[in-house]
């Protein structure tokens, strides 16, 4: 059995969303147009399940965070994809691809034929055993990458009030989740190898700040060391976590964010891949010219720093896959695609943005004693990249405009002393 599309996207996550929506405004004729998506669920803001979605009063639940929400854009329910003619294939994976004869092979058997194909499969979370560890089916082990996790954590959260949770991880994950538990009224040890949290992409202070504003909330932080095994009970869940460095951490669940993979094992020998994403050019075109790669996924050139880059958040999904559309649709008039990383978090009552790219020296800069500090990066003589916590909506706009001019810094202890003003004046 078979059906044959002019547009075909697989993956049905924020990316997926997002291009529908280009889609849509350039013109897409009814029946044109066919997502495939594991999901059971159609598109929709990723970032909110380790949010609002894990928050004990007044949770955020579907449909309100449906793409494309959180881009101020339209709500696009099941019904706006019927409306518009757009087939979604829900709850089905695509299991081979045959990108010579353009289809798509699902683990329903149907065989799903493209003229052009986006590929918008997202990544998935690194499990405990790629670690050579075990314990990853425990009830009460959970990770977050999608709807069915999120659900899973938030029984365990309620399962787990007045109690412990170890979070293993110290990046987006962990951070974001030990705030929610917090608010859950567990009591939060967070576990990580590097000196301190969200190594990739803050400095030491930065980290500090950070670090104290959660200690204040009671949660412990185990640095340097990694986990070396779960003692399981006999019902089934882990009832302590055993580190490298020998203590033992007794517990009532446990969160998991030790990174990602991206979703490429569908092109794997079939198209380019570089720095462990499908290579695209500056339309998002891959190596084949009929398929297009967004979001997590794809590792596209960042004009603006000379290289190429995977990104993984959902600023450069949602933009990336416009991008795209926008190409295939209107391929003579279109430019290359030209982004400025941004990247955000919201925990507790903090706020934090950052743009660009965090090399080169760092110069810190406003109050880490109050709430409202940030950090520019200066690379070969340029701003390259700026985070503010605390900001308001003007200020992360200024900063966005500053960092994408890249302007000369010449003095770094004028920049300093400049703070935020520095920005305004650039
Ligand atoms: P995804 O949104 O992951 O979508 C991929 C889709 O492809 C999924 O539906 C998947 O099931 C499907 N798929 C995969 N393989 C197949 C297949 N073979 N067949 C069919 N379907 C398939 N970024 C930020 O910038 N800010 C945030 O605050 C933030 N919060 C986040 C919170 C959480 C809990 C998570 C997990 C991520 C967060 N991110 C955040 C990152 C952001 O959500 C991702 O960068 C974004 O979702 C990437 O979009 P995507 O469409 O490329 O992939
Ligand atoms: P991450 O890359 O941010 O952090 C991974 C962390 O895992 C590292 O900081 C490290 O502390 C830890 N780690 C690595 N190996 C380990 C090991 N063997 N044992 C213990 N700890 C180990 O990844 P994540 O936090 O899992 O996030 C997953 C994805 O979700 C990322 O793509 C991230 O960008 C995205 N996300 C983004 C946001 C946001 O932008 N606000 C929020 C949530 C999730
Ligand atoms: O970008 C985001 C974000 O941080 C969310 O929580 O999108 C979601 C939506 O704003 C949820 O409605």
Redesign the pocket.
Known sequence: MGRAFVYVIVGGGVAAGYAALEFTKRGVSPGELCIVSEEPISPYER?AL?KGYLLPEAPARLPSFHTCVGANEERLTPKWYNEHGIELVLGTRVKSADVRRKTLLTTTGETISYKFLIVATG?R??KLEE?GLSGSDAENVCYLRNLADANRLVNAMQSSVGGNAVV???????M?CAASLVINKIKVTM????AHC???LITPKIASYYEDYYKSKGVTFIKGT??SSFDIDSNGKVVAVNLKDGSQLPTDMVVV????RPNTSLFEGQLTLEKGGIKVNGKLQSSNSSIYAVG?VATFPLKLFGETRRL???DSARKSARHAVAAIMETDKMGEFDYLPF???RVFTLSWQFYGDNAGEVIHFGDFSGSTFGAYWVNKGHLVGSFLEGGTKEEYETLAKATRLKPAVEDLDELERQGLGFALAA
């Open positions: 970032p380790s990544a979370a690194l670690f293993i991880g110290g990046g987006y994950i962990g974001e576990v990580f190898p590097e969200m190594a990739r990694v986990l964010g030790i990174g990602i997590d993984e958040h959902v990247f955000y978090s």
